[in-house]
């Protein structure tokens, strides 16, 4: 018996004219999945979420200020929350590091309280198997300046659970030589900036239960 896959579609940071200006009819053919990880306008998700036949998550990014008011329609925001999606187990943290005043920022020591507050869900679900953020992990890829300086608690949160994947963004590919994919410990850390597809296996259990946060 063949294991049961689903692709999931990743973005982050750059609007792609291809899912919004672009539309077609087929353009989100074959797609189970879209999961936005940070920094794009409401409007473009919510457009996404109309056209798409599926579930979109997202994170916010620390330009989505607008998410405040106006947080995108139709979409489940993932943001300190575990969302259960076909077995699968999302856990979302959006947010950069704090280098001025504004939402969605966060020094090091305030992203690891938002991470303890979530101890009672993770002990419930034994942890998670995908991590969606808008920063990277600390010492992984991450900038040299304030803003792009990865957060320490997501290497805490990854050697202690081991989820099978990490996405990300806020670390735009044309900043420099950055992976796309690249991997800490045994996770597979996948940076979604504008737009990647990737398939992935489903857990053979749990596939029944409903898709909902916990």
Excluded at 116 to 136: E, Y
Excluded at 157 to 173: C, E, R, S
Excluded at 177 to 185: A, V
Excluded at 186 to 210: A, C, F, M, R
Aim: proline share 5%; with cysteine; hydrophobic share 35%.
């Amino acid at each position: 018996m063949s294991k049961k896959t689903a692709r999931i579609l990743l973005l982050a940071d750059e609007v792609k004219p291809a899912y919004y200006q672009y539309w077609k009819q087929d353009t989100f053919d074959g797609i189970d999945l879209i999961i936005s990880c940070g920094d794009l306008p409401a409007r473009y998700l919510e457009f996404i979420a109309t056209m798409f036949e599926g579930d979109v998550l997202y994170v916010a990014g620390n330009h989505d200020t607008e998410y405040v008011k106006n947080p995108p329609l139709g979409c489940f925001c993932l943001d300190d929350s575990i969302y259960r999606w076909k077995g699968l187990l999302f856990l979302g943290l959006g947010g950069s590091m704090r280098y001025k005043e504004g939402p969605f920022q966060y020094t090091q020591r305030e992203m690891s309280k938002r991470i303890f507050k979530l101890w009672f869900k993770l002990k419930k679900t034994h942890g998670f198997d995908i991590l969606v953020t808008h920063a990277p992990a600390y010492g992984h890829h991450d900038g040299k300046d304030l803003c792009h300086t990865g957060f320490e608690a997501f290497n805490k949160l990854i050697h202690d659970y081991h989820p099978k994947y990490f996405f990300h963004g806020h670390v735009h590919l044309a900043y420099g030589n950055y992976p796309r994919i690249y991997t800490i410990e045994q996770t597979t850390v996948v940076n979604g900036y504008e737009s990647y597809l990737l398939t992935i296996d489903l857990p053979e259990d749990g596939q029944d239960l409903p898709d909902r946060m916990l």
